[in-house]
């Protein structure tokens, strides 16, 4: 008889979720442990923070031509094609600007920050074969917004290539496999970015990853100044509070849902859901029926 499992554990600083559909408790627990322990191996590899991680070493290089390995490439390949769609609102190399966050005033972190960001962009690195290449030695990346969704992509492939139907949520990032058993598809709540704990609307998803960026979800406080994690400033015709994005990969939803966070005006792919929060917040939405959210929307 197919039963439903939940596993739980912390990694990325985040709660993880993995929700399991089978008749076979033994392959279950056996896919749940080798997604926590990739989850966990990812961390150890990508860690900004970490002085023995991969990011370490390239962001403390000694020469601008760095040797990376075949699974580093092909993520950083897939965050420059992505970020180029998103007309360069996405950067990782907004890394750089963390290091002012441990000085001690909001107007010497303002000074920092603009010194370092003329040194910033995607064209302060490329890939040339096996190499990732710098053009400052200043220059430091951040996969702060990609390897969590990367591992929550992974953590669906391996469910998937069981053939069991999974939610996997690592703190609000989310990929489902398939539908619950019973033809019923997975439900989805989309959070009030004023108050977290009440919700706005509940959405359906079937083989799709799902992210929501917002300023409140983490932030630094300097000088009583708030810092959002989402480094620059919000351009657009409204203002937003939260970006939800739904797509075939939950790494394609982050970085749109981060760069929508920056300009929600910025031209998305035709195939992309989303649930802009406003404000007022109102929906401005592309996939929703309007009887299924408060407030008068602006369809996207």
């Not at 039963?3 to 399991?20: A, D, E, G, R, S």
């Not at 989309?190 to 929501?212: C, F, H, R, S, Y």
């Not at 708030?226 to 657009?236: M, V």
Request: glycine share 6%; aromatic share 6%; proline share 4%.
């Amino acid at each position: 008889m197919i039963q439903k499992y939940n596993y739980h554990f912390t990694c990325m600083t985040t709660p993880c979720q993995i929700v399991l559909y089978a008749d076979d408790r033994k392959l279950v627990d056996q896919v749940a442990r080798e997604i926590e322990a990739n989850t966990f191996r990812l961390e150890k590899k990508y860690n900004f923070f970490s002085d023995d991680s991969l990011i370490a070493e390239i962001n403390h290089r000694s020469n601008q031509r760095v040797p990376i390995d075949q699974e580093t490439r092909h993520v950083l390949l897939q965050v420059r094609e992505l970020s180029t769609k998103t007309q360069g609102c996405f950067d990782i190399t907004v890394g750089t600007l963390k290091q002012c966050l441990k000085l001690k005033t909001a107007a010497e972190v303002e000074a920092c920050r603009r010194r370092l960001k003329k040194l910033i962009g995607s064209e302060s690195w490329q890939i040339e074969g096996e190499h990732l290449c710098f053009a400052n030695p200043q220059v430091q990346i951040d996969l702060g917004g990609v390897i969590k969704e990367y591992a929550v992509d992974q953590g669906a492939a391996i469910a998937k290539k069981e053939g069991l139907p999974a939610l996997v949520n690592f703190g609000g990032d989310i990929f489902v496999n398939h539908i619950k058993p019973g033809g019923k598809p997975f439900q989805v709540a989309i959070k009030n970015p004023k108050k977290p704990d009440e919700q706005l609307a509940v959405i359906q998803l079937k083989n799709q990853g799902l992210t929501t960026s917002a300023h409140y979800e983490r932030s630094s406080i300097i000088d009583g100044k708030r810092f959002s994690h989402i480094i620059g400033e919000q351009s657009g015709e409204i203002n937003i509070l939260s970006a939800t994005v739904i797509s075939n990969s939950v790494l394609m939803s982050g970085i749109f849902s981060t760069s929508l966070m920056l300009n929600p005006s910025m031209p998305v792919p035709n195939d992309l859901g989303l649930i802009l929060i406003d404000e007022e917040l109102r929906l401005h939405q592309n996939i929703l029926p309007r009887s299924k959210y408060r407030n008068e929307p602006r369809n996207l």
